[in-house]
């Protein structure tokens, strides 16, 4: 079974310039989160979608923004893409229900994507 | 503030040696604390997941402790391989009754490297 598929892999772009980053979850699982991983930190939390609905978000700025689609894929887009947006993006799916309160956060298996590799020049 | 931080920030071992990862966190109430081994360019992938109630562990060399009481866990690999190399993330969610993951907060990492 084909895990978290991400693209494009990698990608340049420049200051002032709009990104979309595309992200594919495991087969059967309904949620699709995104991470920013800036070189030497860990990740940090931008969007959760379950069921094509916003679950979650991070401290980011409206800049960002995200979607999923009823086939459970998701996009996530940067406008404006500053020298600071140069990161790897990472998305994470699970198959975890989070109609159920705190499920989701006590039993959850992650399964990240390769991730897409973002540099703003 | 919840925070998670490991030490050390890097560590080189010779293959075949073992070594131990610290990571201390402030994020409560605790839920869970997870270990993930990312190599460089990719994605994280899971080693262990424990509870509250949980206090080792193990998935092949990988050993992970937990004291909830101290906020202390540690990663202990066991006859280290060349392979080992990368990066290990502590990451811990908070319990909230919430229903998004929007509450793992991520250490910032320890690099692992492995010399023949």
């Known amino acids: 079974d084909a895990g978290v598929t991400q693209s494009p892999t990698h990608l340049i772009k420049t200051r002032g310039q709009h990104v979309t980053l595309r992200c594919s979850p495991i087969?059967?699982?309904?949620?699709v989160s995104w991470y920013q991983q800036v070189l030497g930190q860990g990740p940090q939390f931008i969007f959760q979608?379950?069921?094509?609905?916003?679950?979650g978000r991070g401290n980011f700025p409206d800049r960002f923004s995200a979607r999923q689609f009823p086939n459970y894929s998701s996009e996530l887009n940067v406008n404006a893409l500053l020298l600071g947006d140069s990161a790897l993006y990472l998305c994470?799916?699970?198959?975890?229900?989070?109609?159920?309160?705190?499920?989701?956060?006590?039993?959850?298996?992650?399964?990240f994507g390769e991730g897409s590799r973002l540099t703003v020049l | 503030k919840n925070q998670v931080e490991q030490s050390p920030q890097s560590l080189i071992i010779l293959e075949g040696k073992n070594c131990t990862l610290q990571?201390?966190?402030?994020?409560?109430?605790?839920?869970?604390l997870r270990w993930y081994k990312q190599d460089t360019g990719r994605g994280p992938v899971s080693l262990t997941i424990m509870t509250f109630s949980e206090n080792t562990k193990s998935n092949g060399r990988y050993t992970a402790t937990l004291d909830a009481d101290t906020k202390q866990s540690s990663l202990h690999i066991t006859a280290s391989q060349l392979s080992d190399s990368a990066s290990y993330i502590c990451?811990?969610?908070?319990?909230?009754?919430?229903?998004?993951?929007?509450?793992?907060?991520f250490g910032q990492g320890t690099i692992l490297t492995v010399h023949p």
């Open positions: 979608y379950y069921e094509k609905e916003e679950r």
């Open positions: 994470a799916s699970t198959s975890v229900s989070l109609e159920v309160p705190g499920l989701a956060e006590n039993t959850g298996e992650l399964f």
């Open positions: 990451v811990v969610s908070g319990h909230g009754g919430g229903t998004s993951y929007g509450k793992l907060t």
């Open positions: 990571c201390n966190y402030t994020v409560s109430p605790f839920s869970n």
């Open positions: 087969s059967g699982h309904k949620s």
